[in-house]
């Protein structure tokens, strides 16, 4: 994605903020995990505290768990349910409410007619198009894959039904996702001018740091790199490894987000502990050094988490409620589902008995 893209993406993320608050009633808003492994903090400052903030606004909030997805570069799904499980309890414990709240927890392979959605959108999508997605040919590269499947290169499009399905407007993301949903416009975009109007097109929220980098201080932090640090840690584990990742050479702390990639996602995320601005933060370490900011860091992300870890504590001890959350989500999920799928067909003209043609 060009700078340009990403500054108009950014923009057009920043004045939604504004909006928000004011207009919460304009917005839905819906977004997705895949079940390969516990969230991390890059999950958490990504993506998961923003849903939370919608939700409190009143803001219908739909959250799928691409379990399909999950097969992109694994051969089995074996772990899946594990992780849905896992993920669940920090969307919990996080403080997200599908109890209370307009939260709906679903896994996208129990609702068929979502699934069904995919068909029509490929036949809206280039080849070309699949070919040159940045964040696919990433996750190719990291997964080391001797041989590419199908579902790698189409699950943006596959993600695209995820969003259009309950014709979400708002996508509470990581940079990562930014080419996938620039995708999911294109969709929304060309059904609507070849069909007729039904999708919105979806606009990314970003957080104010958009990308969490990994304990290599290089790639994003991911579930699959092992280079995260899960939310379900205690505050020794989060300690050793803070420690062990990666900084400079350099004995100042300065706060330089392109020289110094490293030590820069270190300060943010103390920023997004504590609210004290990275300029700030790394004027009052200064030669103090890298294994200082990593001690003010330690502290900063544990009482930061303390509330969190208690909760998710606590919510583990009996897990058999996590069955009828997603029961219930399912159901919700596959309601909403039918209904965009039957519009589709309709105004694609492929709604033929249904139309009195027996
Ligand atoms: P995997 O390695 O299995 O793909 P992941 O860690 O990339 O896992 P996803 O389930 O692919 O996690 O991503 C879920 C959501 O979290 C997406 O909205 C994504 O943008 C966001 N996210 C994931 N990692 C980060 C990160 N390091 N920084 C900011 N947002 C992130
Ligand atoms: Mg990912």
Redesign the pocket.
Known sequence: MSISTFNNTKNKSDSIWIDLKNNPKNYRAV????P??PL?I??Y???LKNRVFLQNLNIENYIVI?DYQVLTDRNSNQETLNYIKEIILDYLAAGLDPINKKTVIFTHSSVPELNQLLLPFLSLVKMSELERNPTVKD?IKAANLNAINAAMMVYPVHQAADILFCNGNLVP?????LPHLELSRKIAKRFNERYGTIFFEPNALL?EF?????LDGKQ??????KN?ISLNLTSDETANLIRKAKTDNECVITYDPCGRPEIANLLHLLTMCTGESSEKIADRIGDRGSWYLKTNLIDGLNSYLEPFRKKRIELSKDTGFLFKILENGNEKARCLASETLKRVREKMKMLYLEHGNK
């Open positions: 977004t997705g995990d895949r390969t492994g991390h890059g999950h400052f990504g993506t691409a996750e993301v990581g940079r990562d996702q957080s958009p990308v969490i980098l990994g994003k932090m991911s579930k699959s790199r995260a």
